[in-house]
C-alpha cells in the first residue's frame, strides 16, 4: 500500500449513496486515499464522522495543499460553482454520473479544467469493464451495426417524487435515465461513437421531467443504429447491451463481456462495480502523479453520452406523467 503522503489525497463533496462508495473505492486503492468528506446535511455529516471520517468544510479543504482532488458527488445541477472553486484552488476534479445537463455545460467544465491545468474525470466505472482494444482502436468496427440497449431497475414512486433534489429536473436532470440507464447509455457511445441524431419515441414521467420509462433511437456517426428501453417500472433488475456488426458482435449483460472480432473472442467476466470505482481511482491517481494521462476515466470521453441524454431528455416525445402504483 502506497504511503498517504504521496497518494493522491481526495476529498469526497457529498456523502449520499454514491459518496459514501467513492470513499469506499478510495479505501482499496492505495495510491488514493480519502481525506476528507464536505457534506453540509447534518444527518449525511453524523453518517461520515460514524464511519470514521473528518468532515470539514469546503473552503478548509480547497485551501489544504494535502487535498489534491474533490470528488463531486452532488446533484448534476448544484455543481458548476464547486467545480469552479475547485480549479481555481488547482484540485483536480471528479465528477459523479452524469457529469453535465447539456453539451454546452460539458465543454465548459472541460475548458475551466484545461485552462486550470488540472484532470477532469467522470465516475463511469464500467467502462473499466471493457477489454480496453475496445475503446476507440477501431473506429470501423462497428460501422453500420444496429444495437440494442434494456435497462431495467426497479424504483418506488416515492424514489422520484420525494422532496429534494431527484424530483426537480433543474438538478437531478431525469429519472431512471440520467442516473441508472446512463451506465449502459455511455458504454455504447464508448463503442459506437458520437450519436448525430437523437429520437426519444416515449416517456413516461413520475413528475415533469423525472422519467421512469423511456424508449428512443439513436444514429452514431459511425452509422451504428442504437433501439434504448430504460424502465424503473418492472420488477426485474436487467441490463444489457447488444451490438451486432458486420464482422463482429458484443453483449454486455450484468457487467460480463461476450463477443467475437475478426474471429478472436472476447471474454470478460462480471466484476464488482467497487473494484472497477477502485480502478478509476488508480488511474486519476497515477496521472496526477505524473505517469499515462487520463483514458478511460477522462471526462472528455463523456461528450457521446452527455448529447444523447440531451437529446432523449429534453427533445419532445410523446410523454405522460400519471400516478404509479
Known amino acids: 500500500m502506497e504511503n498517504k503522503e504521496t497518494a493522491l489525497g481526495v476529498a469526497v463533496v457529498g456523502y449520499g449513496n454514491a459518496g459514501r462508495q467513492h470513499v469506499q473505492a478510495l479505501a482499496d486503492a492505495g495510491s488514493a486515499h480519502a481525506v ?73 467544465l472541460l475548458s475551466l479544467a484545461g485552462a486550470g491545468g488540472v484532470l477532469a474525470a467522470v465516475m463511469f466505472q464500467h467502462r473499466f469493464a471493457l477489454p480496453r482494444r475496445l475503446l476507440g482502436a477501431d ?103 447488444t451490438v451486432l456488426g458486420a464482422d463482429a458482435w458484443l453483449e454486455v449483460r450484468s457487467g460480463a463481456v461476450t463477443g467475437e472480432s475478426g474471429g478472436e473472442p472476447i471474454i470478460a467476466p462480471s466484476r464488482p462495480a467497487s473494484r472497477l470505482r477502485t480502478e478509476l481511482y488508480q488511474e486519476l491517481a497515477g496521472a496526477a502523479a505524473g505517469g499515462p494521462p487520463l483514458d478511460v476515466a477522462a471526462l472528455s470521453r463523456a461528450a457521446g453520452v452527455v448529447a444523447a441524454l440531451d437529446g432523449l431528455l429534453t427533445k419532445p416525445a410523446h410523454s405522460v406523467t400519471e400516478p404509479l402504483s
Open 36 to 108: 476528507a468528506v464536505v457534506e453540509s446535511d447534518p444527518a449525511a455529516a453524523a453518517r461520515a464522522r460514524a464511519d470514521g471520517l473528518a468532515v470539514r468544510e469546503l473552503a478548509d479543504v480547497l485551501a489544504d495543499g494535502g487535498v489534491h482532488a474533490l470528488a463531486l458527488c452532488l446533484p448534476p445541477g448544484s455543481r458548476t460553482g464547486v467545480a469552479e472553486a475547485a480549479v481555481a484552488a488547482g484540485k483536480h476534479l471528479l465528477l459523479e454520473k452524469p457529469p453535465a445537463r447539456a453539451p454546452e455545460e460539458l465543454a465548459g
Open 139 to 241: 473506429p470501423d468496427r462497428w460501422a453500420g451495426a444496429v444495437a440494442t440497449l434494456t435497462i431495467s431497475r426497479p424504483r418506488a414512486d416515492a424514489h422520484y417524487r420525494q422532496a429534494g433534489w431527484r424530483s426537480d429536473p433543474r438538478d437531478a436532470l431525469g429519472g431512471v435515465t440520467a442516473h441508472l440507464g446512463v451506465h449502459y447509455l455511455d458504454l455504447a457511445c464508448q463503442l459506437l461513437g458520437p450519436p448525430r441524431e437523437v429520437v426519444p419515441l416515449s416517456r413516461i414521467d413520475a413528475a415533469p421531467g423525472i422519467d421512469t420509462q423511456l424508449c428512443g433511437h439513436l444514429v452514431f456517426a459511425s452509422g451504428a443504429r442504437l433501439s434504448v428501453v430504460v424502465t424503473s417500472r418492472s420488477a426485474a433488475r436487467f441490463e444489457q447491451l
